[in-house]
C-alpha cells in the first residue's frame, strides 16, 4: 500500500492492531500457550492483513504489505509515545 493512500483510520486501526500483537505476544512468553492469546495473536495479524491484501495486486505485494503495516502500526505506537513524552517536557 502507498503511504500516501493510507487515512488516518487505517494508520489508527494498524496501531490498535500492533498494540494487540504485542499484548498478546508478551503474554505467550510470561503465560505460555494458551487459546485466548494465541486467538489475539490471530485476530491482530489477520486485522492487519485485510486491508493490505485488499489493495495489494500480487502476492510478494501482499507480503510486502503485511510486514510494512506491522512496523508501521509499531512506529506509529512510538512515535507517539516520544510526541507525549516531548510534551511533557518541552
Known amino acids: 500500500m502507498d503511504k500516501s493512500?493510507?487515512?488516518?483510520t487505517?494508520?489508527?486501526?494498524?496501531?490498535v492492531c500492533a498494540i494487540a500483537l504485542?499484548?498478546?505476544?508478551v503474554y505467550l512468553v510470561i503465560a505460555g500457550l494458551e487459546l485466548m492469546a494465541v486467538s489475539f495473536v490471530v485476530v491482530s495479524l489477520g486485522a492487519l492483513a485485510v486491508p493490505v491484501i485488499v489493495a495489494g495486486a500480487n502476492v510478494l505485494?501482499?507480503?510486502?504489505?503485511?510486514?510494512?503495516a506491522?512496523?508501521?502500526?509499531?512506529?506509529?505506537?512510538?512515535?507517539?509515545?516520544?510526541s507525549a513524552?516531548?510534551?511533557l517536557f518541552g
Open 22 to 25: 504485542i499484548v498478546s505476544v
Open 61 to 68: 505485494e501482499v507480503f510486502v504489505g503485511i510486514f510494512e
Open 10 to 15: 487505517i494508520r489508527l486501526f494498524n496501531s
Open 5 to 8: 493512500n493510507r487515512s488516518l
Open 70 to 82: 506491522i512496523v508501521e502500526g509499531f512506529l506509529t505506537i512510538v512515535e507517539a509515545i516520544a
Open 85 to 87: 513524552l516531548g510534551g
